[in-house]
T-cell receptor, first 114, second 111 residues
Framework: DQQVKQNSPSLSVQEGRISILNCDYT??????FLWYKKYPAEGPTFLIS?????DKNEDGRFTVFLNKSAKHLSLHIVPSQPGDSAVYFC?????????????FGQGTTLQVKP | DTAVSQTPKYLVTQMGNDKSIKCEQN?????MYWYKQDSKKFLKIMFS???????INETVPNRFSPKSPDKAHLNLHINSLELGDSAVYFC??????????FGPGTRLTVT
């Protein structure tokens, strides 16, 4: 049972435009969400996170939006740069647990064309 | 000054063998994890240790045994390797509950 889903395996955008990566979840107990970025042959690196008490979190060119009623979150990258080309993973966790267990989506490959 | 390091980076071995993957973090974190990324690219947690104590043990075959000699190290030992164990294994660590820092991964190929 896949609790976190990224339904778009890939996305291609032009440099300078906006990239929007989407993520859906099924478990209403999730209360903390994260985005990770992964380059080939490297481990995932933390990008940005959002708590369920917020609906938006911004960090430079990266903004994450959370729609709890729709169980949907998205990552916006503006403006997109060729160096943003990577696999992006959405992850979620349950707040009451202090184990740090993250449930990951299957990733979306972003290609930013110069 | 790598934060989370894993050795080896690549591991090719035959079915039935026993192998270990080592992980070390120099971030001073209390919690360490092992994840498996399978051929479909799903990242799934296997184990988590907090201050050398096992706190997460997902449905993983008994052939997989984590060992934490101290809070900076979490090694993964795999007995009687099977073809289905072929995957990329990632170690991670965290202090703040959810922001985990990952190692570069170990690509295990079982032939």
């Amino acid at each position: 049972d896949q609790q976190v889903k990224q339904n778009s395996p890939s996305l291609s955008v032009q440099e300078g435009r906006i990239s929007i990566l989407n993520c859906d979840y099924t478990n209403s107990m999730f209360d903390y969400f994260l985005w990770y970025k992964k380059y080939p042959a490297e481990g995932p690196t933390f990008l940005i996170s959002i708590s369920s008490i917020k609906d938006k979190n911004e960090d430079g060119r990266f903004t994450v939006f959370l729609n709890k009623s729709a169980k949907h979150l998205s990552l916006h990258i503006v403006p997109s740069q060729p160096g943003d080309s990577a696999v992006y993973f959405c992850a979620a966790s349950v707040g009451s647990s202090n184990t740090g267990k993250l449930i990951f989506g299957q990733g979306t490959t972003l290609q930013v064309k110069p | 000054d790598t934060a989370v390091s894993q050795t080896p980076k690549y591991l090719v071995t035959q079915m039935g063998n026993d192998k270990s993957i080592k992980c070390e973090q120099n971030l001073g974190h209390d919690t360490m994890y092992w994840y498996k990324q399978d051929s479909k690219k799903f990242l799934k947690i296997m184990f988590s240790y907090n201050n050398k104590e096992l706190i997460i043990n997902e449905t993983v075959p008994n052939r997989f045994s984590p060992k934490s000699p101290d809070k900076a190290h979490l090694n993964l030992h795999i007995n009687s390797l099977e073809l289905g164990d072929s995957a990329v294994y990632f170690c991670a660590s965290s202090q703040v509950r959810n922001e985990q820092y990952f190692g570069p991964g170990t690509r295990l190929t079982v032939t």
